[in-house]
């Protein structure tokens, strides 16, 4: 008796089985022959390449101060070597060429409102000398690195826009007395919002 018990037992279980096959076997029959003899069409996508997580903007006073902690310490009375001076390293030439030719040198020292209105107009006087550079680079990577307004602003403050224009042109890099580079500063102050 447990024999035949054993037996059915089987029989069930591949009995059951073969009908699951029966029934995958008919679906795949069921199936149109034109679905499994089309052509499968190769679709080929772009791949950019990576570019650097950007944060939000931060803002214009975090900016200023991050360029004058470069510049000098956020130090509004000091004077290099080379006689650039204050928070922002002025030097006599640009201060005069943006109308502060009657401020001296002693009271630009003692004015951290000037050196303050002096950086504002820098940047403003920069920002037309790049208005075409910026709206043709912002948010591309040039010569290696990513391009902001804030990072060409930043670096015209260190070597001029002409000298940014080179760089974005031909990857000339312009480097000030103590070796500090173009492309330096426009990755070191990329991404800030700059309100004028």
Known sequence: MRNF???GLIATVFFICSAFTTIGRSVIAAVPLNIVTQKVIKVETKIKPDLPVITPAKSTKLFLNAIGRRESSNRYWVVNSY?????????RK????????H???KEFLNSPQIQEQAMRALLKHNRKLLKK???KYKNSVRNGVYITE???LAAAHLG????VKKWLRNGKDFKDGYGTSIKEYVTLFGNYQIVL
């Open 150 to 152: 804030s990072g060409l």
């Open 103 to 105: 401020i001296t040198n």
């Open 160 to 163: 001029g826009a002409g000298n």
């Open 5 to 7: 018990v054993r037996i």
């Open 83 to 91: 006689g650039y001076m204050g928070k922002y390293q002025f030097g």
């Open 133 to 135: 550079q910026i709206a």
């Open 94 to 101: 640009t201060l005069d060429k943006l109308g502060f030719k």
